[in-house]
């Protein structure tokens, strides 16, 4: 989430990012595991409305239209107990569940994703850019780039999760 | 919104209100009027997303399903200028814009609203309760009850403006 401004309560910021396959189990020695849960409350094209926990900290996010790579973004902190008592009774099912990683590598940080639910067994890397065009050192265990295949989108695991794919 | 529970940003509530139509004109010497713009991310039957500019003041509010006349709902205050922002690009349009009279009346607290833009000409009374069978003291400016007729949900007077409601 680069250039982002610091609001009262929250923030604005335009996100890049590109997301990857992994490639081998080194990362899985690196960087502190968080548990995230997270659902939606929109998942229009026009829009989406998130709700998130991770760790002990409760997050409601809104997004708007992706252009090329990158999209408007909007996120406020709200209380862990707001959060999940939203997951449980007003978000859209299932909820998604992963154990995030963030590492840094010479100089960029990336996110690793281990999802868990009705995602289990897809693993994916994202990384964080300040402009589309930005080169990037790619860590040994980062894999096959998948930045613009729907399938891999959040919002799309709720509704085609990963352990439904081959019985397409 | 009465039995809220005041959170680290926001609140939890279970609302209770009853909605009137207003008889003739002595209420707009009463309380201070203030600007309210709002649109929303969501308005399905199951979950709404509404953003809102209230004067100064930006919010972000959900609800699930209302059950009678209690509603569960959950507001977090954002800033006023991301609030502008939402409205502007991500909001469904039309925006609802009315201004808003708070006005105490025999220990309960009454909201006039006067709708201006697509909804210019309809003005609505809401009134807070602590209890779906609390005994109300009916100002003398309060017309004709509307509470369950769907025309008069807010998240309906954006798909169908007051406005277009004669040419039906």
Known sequence: MAAWRKGERGFMSIEIERKFLLNGNAWRTLGSPVLYRQGYLNRSKERTVRVRTAGEKGYLTLKGISRGIK????????????????????????????????????????????????????????????????????????GEEVTHDPRYYNSNLVLFPYTKWDLK
Do not use: C, M
């Open 71 to 142: 999209r408007r973004e909007y996120e406020y902190e709200i209380p862990k107990a707001d959060a999940d008592a939203i997951l449980r009774d007003l978000a859209e099912k299932p909820i998604i569940e992963k154990t995030r990683r963030r590492i840094e590598y010479k100089g960029l940080f990336w996110e690793i994703d281990e999802f868990s639910g009705e995602n289990q067994g897809l693993i994916l890397a994202e990384v964080e850019l300040d402009s589309e065009d930005q080169k990037i050192d790619r860590p040994p265990w980062i």
